[in-house]
RNA sequence: GCCGAAGUGGCGGAACUGGCAGACGCACCGGACUCAAAAUCCGGCGGGCCCUAAACCCGUGUGGGUUCGACUCCCACCUUCGGCACCA
């Protein structure tokens, strides 16, 4: 019999078998436990790369072992389908964005059908589609009914080679997240969700979020960035008005020798004195001009120029002069702050340059600071001085204090601020989601009504960048009639940020073709939240903060019943060659295709799973490939070897063995345990994946070593079956075919997953480890129940030990049951 | 600068609750099979000492500490990677 492995054959017959069956479709409700499994869904960008067979492998053995437990296991796949991509394939090769996506994603779809990843296609969704994107609509004007998407003109992120704004959350370093490119800062009218509402919630709830990496969390916490502290209210000198600070230090108020507001503060303009006038304005227009890279890096020099204005500090009635300063930024805070020279590194470097009284107000225990000697701020503890009645009250204990007495007379309160800013929707693309918005002369901004829903994007667009989106020039689109007044009326041509597309996906799944609503709330009730959530850490601030947005916003109109989409996230690392990640511009790209077409899927599968723990980054290496492969083709002809002698063997091992029998039962549910536990509780594929190695080997000297005479075939086949089933989630291909051809009934990935029995791992003898002081000196095989006293007798018998221990004194023996026994002597 | 993670053979990695460091795999070395090669099978594989072996010594980034015992816990430091970064 021709008994190789012909990975490619197997695959596809199985691929062509389960393809006809659909066999992971799941019903909508049922009595057994639910389990939602998810990997984050794909860009459809033309061709899987490594990072997606990752996470879909990743993803695909939680799936299918799940469901060998007996789960109903909701398993989805879909596309995040508008973006930038498509549309710039457009531009470059006249492709239109829709063709060029569709296409794609039949292509990766082939892809993941040729690996094997059990997705419920019935369910499949893409974002382009205007049975999705129809909801995505619904959802903003749901937020715009609750005042939570607003239209504002403001300073925002441009990016001039993608020709569209930015959410803060797209800016890195001062460039755009997508290309490289330094982003520039323009004033513009744009459309934002007001994610600040929710900063608070979106903090707090962080520490429901066990189940996720610490690392992520502490990432969206650094984001929010909330900070306590007091708004104060300084009068300006000779108007009637107030400038009110921000500061998280009250305690330093009286060492307060100058205030800044940013350079486009309102107040500038107003407060600027006729004399000065002319050079502030220079001053200004420079700092606007700023990129966000060169304003916002650490290295950027402080500048800042005083207005001609002054201000009264409240608790000493003391003037100190207004200036504007580069360093300060309009969004956060008041956009003004106090300069306290020495107590803050900032004001001390500003002040030193332009010569700004320091006046110290905290003293250090045990320390006088002196200003001349000063090098750099004092931003430690201490003790108030040259504070009026403060003085002598720990800084600490100053900070409510002072505010309590700002707030009894009127100048000051508590207040939290964040970091995060509202998120900046609307952006000049033309392949996303329409904002469904229409402007009329007579009736100002008007929401598309619900049943005009979906507001279709225009398939007729001559694209070409320019700074506007391109749907201004689709006359048909633009043109229509006010939904209110019925007179002519124009449309929003922005559309929108695509991660809104992919903050609500999740929830589509439960219900794909509901015509009715988002989605169906008895289905969310029963699957949601995502159970195991698995994804790249680079989303973890921004898909992964504004689904969790989205979900309490959905909260709150009451569409579901929990605040958090995901209860437990597994952020995979990256797939490297040569110590970098892959990328076309290295030349260090491994093609999915190319290996599966070299070593099958099974063997990509396992190898990409074997060569690191998931959260890892993965090292890839065509010898680990080769390795795995190997391995494959170990289990095909050790299982075929064998067929024979366990198709005709009773199903179950009879009566008490020993021995060699003994042995391997002991190892068949040895192994049980180690995978099983391995997967469940840990995710480490890569040990499970060893330990199923280990029970070949154990096989394969059972085979070669031991005589037939000796052999159990009822024993041998448990071995059989059970490791076919312990490796069914990893490599689903060839398991399935060696299961078929033992005999066995059914498929395997219908199986239950096989549970250990304890009594099976018990040891009639162990391995003792004796060591003295803490070095290993010996190994005595024992009773594994032997007592205490009997144990020590017989150690200190060894004639070993009895040499090492010849004149020396015994202070302490310490067991450790069943491992080690540790002699200390002296 | 602040926050976080990680440093273990030639390589990827293992050691789960403080108890035999280096499982499993790769690479490499030797042997069997073969006319030969590939494949496969068997054996070896941290370093030192040694003709060989036994024995012994050293060894998980560095230096200290706790403990009968430390890759694991504590303190200080070094390196690499990731996040944030003029946030008042």
């Known amino acids: 019999m021709d008994d190789r492995y012909r990975f490619a054959e197997i695959e596809e017959k199985w691929r062509q078998r389960w393809e006809s069956g659909d066999p992971y479709s799941i019903p909508d409700f049922s009595d057994n436990p639910k389990f939602y499994c998810l990997e984050m869904f794909p860009y459809p960008s033309g061709k899987l790369h490594m990072g997606h067979v990752r996470n879909y492998a990743i993803g695909d053995v939680v799936a299918r072992f799940k469901r060998m437990r007996g789960y109903d296991v909701l398993h989805p796949m879909g596309w995040d389908a508008f973006g930038l991509p498509a549309e710039n394939a457009a531009i470059k090769h006249g492709i239109p964005p829709a063709k060029w996506t569709w296409d794609n994603i039949s292509e990766m779809r082939r892809q993941l059908k040729q690996m094997a990843v059990s997705y419920d296609w019935q369910r499949e969704i893409a974002t382009c589609h205007p049975g999705y994107y129809r909801w995505t609509q619904w959802f903003f004007l749901e937020f715009y009914k609750r005042d939570l998407a607003y239209k504002k003109k403001a300073p925002v992120n441009w990016c001039p080679a993608c020709a569209t704004v930015l959410a803060n959350e797209q800016v890195v370093h001062g460039r755009c997240e997508r290309c490289g490119t330094d982003v520039e800062r323009r004033e513009l009218s744009q459309w934002f969700l007001k994610i600040t509402d929710y900063a608070e919630r979106l903090l707090r709830d962080l520490q429901k979020l066990q189940g996720w990496p ?10 929010i960035g909330r900070s306590e502290g007091a708004e104060i209210a300084f009068d300006v000198v000779g108007f009637d008005e107030k400038i009110t600070v921000f500061t998280t230090r009250p305690d330093t108020l ?136 403060f003085n002598g009250l720990p800084n600490k204990q100053a900070i409510p204090e002072i505010t309590r007495h700002l707030e009894k007379m009127g100048l000051g309160k508590r207040t939290i601020n964040y970091r995060l800013r509202d998120w900046l929707i609307s952006r000049q693309r033309y392949w996303g989601c329409p904002i469904p918005i229409v402007y009329c002369k007579g009736c100002g901004t008007v929401p598309v009504p619900e049943e005009q829903l979906p507001v279709i994007l225009p398939s007729d667009v001559a694209f070409k960048p320019s700074g506007q989106s391109p749907l201004v020039d689709a006359e048909d689109f633009v043109n229509t009639s006010c939904p209110a007044c019925g007179g002519p009326a124009r449309r929003e041509t922005d559309t929108m940020d695509t991660f809104i597309d992919s903050s609500w996906y999740y929830f589509r799944y439960v219900s794909p073709r509901d015509e009715e609503r988002p989605f169906n709330i008895d289905a969310v009730g029963r699957w949601c939240p995502v159970d195991q959530y698995i994804g790249g850490v680079e989303h973890a601030i921004l898909h992964l903060l504004y689904s969790r947005f989205f979900t309490k916003v959905l909260f709150d109109m009451n569409l579901v019943n929990f605040e958090e989409p995901f209860a437990n996230l597994l952020t995979q690392g990256m797939v490297l060659k040569d110590g970098a990640k892959m990328s076309k511009s290295k030349g260090n790209v491994v093609s999915p295709e190319d290996i599966i077409a070299q070593y099958g899927a099974d063997t990509v599968r396992l190898f990409i799973l074997f060569a690191a723990p998931p959260e890892r980054d993965l090292e890839w290496s065509d010898q680990g490939v080769e390795g795995c492969y190997r391995f494959l083709q170990r289990v095909w002809r050790l299982v075929n070897s064998l067929g024979d002698e366990i198709r005709t063997a009773p199903a179950q091992p009879a009566g008490y063995l020993v021995g060699v029998n003994r042995g391997l039962r002991r190892l068949t549910h040895y192994t049980i345990k180690k995978v099983t536990e391995d997967i469940d509780e840990r995710f480490n594929f890569n040990t499970a994946i060893s330990a199923i190695m280990e029970m070949v080997n154990g096989l394969y000297q059972y085979r ?87 144990l020590e007798a017989l150690i200190l018998s060894q004639p070993r030990i009895q040499a090492l221990l010849e004149g020396k004194r015994i202070l302490k023996i310490i067991p450790v049951p069943g491992k080690l026994i540790n002699i200390v002597v002296k």
């Open 214 to 223: 610490d690392k992520v969390r502490i990432m969206q916490e650094n984001w």
């Open 254 to 389: 009286f060492g307060v020798t100058y205030m800044v507001l940013a350079p486009e503060h309102p107040l500038v303009d107003k407060l600027t004195a006729p004399e000065r006038r002319a050079e502030v304005e220079e001053f200004v227009r420079r700092a606007r001009n700023l990129s966000e890279l060169d304003r916002t890096s650490g290295e950027a020099e402080k500048q800042g120029i005083p207005i001609g204005a002054s201000c009264v500090n409240p608790l000493t009635g003391e003037a100190v002069p207004i200036w504007t300063a580069n360093y300060v930024l309009l969004e956060y805070g008041t956009g003004c702050v106090m300069g306290v020279p020495a107590h803050d590194q900032r004001d001390f470097e500003f002040a030193r340059k332009y010569d700004l009284p320091i006046r110290v107000v905290i003293q250090p225990e045990g320390a006088a600071i002196n200003v001349r000697d000063m090098t750099a701020a004092y931003d430690g503890n201490g003790v108030l001085v040259n504070s009026g009645p």
């Open 704 to 790: 070669d070593r031991v005589p037939a005479v000796d052999r159990d075939p009822a024993v041998l086949r448990e071995a059989v079956e059970h490791l076919l089933l312990l490796l069914a989630p990893f490599a689903p291909f060839i398991v399935e075919e060696l299961w078929e051809r033992c005999g066995c009934q059914g498929s395997v990935h219908r199986q239950p997953w096989p549970q250990y029995d304890p009594e099976m791992l018990v040891e009639d003898s162990v391995t003792m480890v004796v060591q003295i002081n803490g070095k290993v000196r010996d190994r005595v095989l024992v009773p594994a129940d032997i007592s205490l006293s009997e």
